[in-house]
């Protein structure tokens, strides 16, 4: 077995706790920004924390750092592929009538399973329509 | 009894049960980070998704992160506990650590059970699809790691395989990880 060095695990974990009421404690200030850093900047912190000092890859060697690196690298491919398409509704030559049409629409109140419309609603969020595109492609959906 | 050549080399400089687990890892981290990427990109298009996020009780995704870091907690300390070839200290903290685990599904369940009697269920719609999918794929990734944490415990107590102690531990706080990114994202962007 690898000798590991162990920081003060217990002091790690109180900070932890701390960050954790700041997460929480971070939307009653009221301010968007703000909820925003408490809330996802908190827990990179927290995550980081976790990572280098539970899961000890601060002294681990180097491979394993590139191994995660480059799954993180491919989740980052991910994104730059597919989120402009999906964050966006609209763009040069398409828009997605649906999408927009279910943003409009709104959620409405709590569903219950027998709700046929919040059935509908969500993968036909997902298709596209092409208007400038010619015959044969996919049909634009029914909104 | 005869160990298998590749659980006594080391190519890498990793002993290779350890380095087994960050290659889980990195599957898990695709695993994850696609689904909860999509969340968030659907997220940003989708700002009436808000309004379905505000139903989620945040002291109850609170009080699980709690338990989450408390379980991450003990089982660092079992695993320096096997490091200093202490099995049955080891054992005591992974079984605190299964405490949490049960903790954290017990309260989840209740949680569930309410959403979904009020009618939130995962057709409900995009935001509840996402929800039940990315909590429900974590919490079936704590149920395994306390199943598995229960086979090493029993092994750490009679003093076996003290290094498994290290490579669930490495497992429990990816889960931990995974969670502390699921909390703001389900419980706190309303």
């Known amino acids: 077995m690898t000798e590991h060095r162990h920081p003060n695990y217990r002091k790690i974990y109180f900070t932890l706790l701390v960050l954790l009421a700041v997460s929480v404690a971070g939307p009653f200030v009221g301010i968007k920004w703000v909820t925003l850093i408490t809330a996802f900047g908190v827990a990179v912190v927290k995550a980081n924390m976790v990572i280098q000092n539970f899961m000890h890859l601060k002294w681990e060697k180097r491979i394993a750092k590139y191994v995660l690196a480059v799954s993180l690298l491919l989740m980052a491919l991910f994104w730059g592929g597919v989120a402009p398409d999906v964050m966006k509704h609209a763009g040069l030559r398409w828009t997605n009538d649906a999408a927009m049409a279910a943003t409009a629409r709104g959620i409405g109140p709590a569903h219950t399973e027998t709700s046929a419309e919040s059935h509908d609603a969500a993968p036909v969020a997902e298709h596209e329509s092409v208007p400038a595109e010619p015959a044969g492609e996919e049909p634009p959906p029914v909104p | ?190």
């Open chain 2, 1 to 190: 009894m005869s160990k298998p050549l590749a659980t006594t080399r080391s190519a890498t400089g990793i002993p290779t049960g350890r380095l087994a687990v960050w290659w889980v890892l990195a599957s898990e981290v695709v695993i994850f980070g696609g689904l909860l990427a999509s969340y968030l990109m659907h997220r940003v298009g989708h700002p009436e998704w808000a309004e379905a996020a505000a139903a989620t009780n945040t002291w109850i995704g609170a009080f699980n992160t709690f338990v989450l870091l408390t379980s991450s907690f003990t089982a660092v300390l079992a695993h320096q506990a096997a490091e200093r070839g202490d099995g049955k200290k080891a054992a005591r903290f992974l079984t605190y650590t299964i405490g949490g685990a049960a903790t954290f599904i017990g309260v989840k369940s209740f949680e569930w059970a309410t959403e979904i009697g009020h009618g939130f269920t995962i057709t409900s719609n995009g935001f509840w699809s996402f929800y039940y999918t990315a909590a429900g794929l974590h919490a079936l990734h704590v149920i395994a790691g306390a199943i598995i944490m229960g086979f090493v415990a029993r092994d750490a107590a009679r003093n076996r395989e003290l290094h498994r102690v290290e490579l669930i531990g490495i497992y429990w706080h990816f889960v931990d990880v995974v969670w502390i990114f699921l909390f703001p994202l389900l419980y706190i962007a309303k």
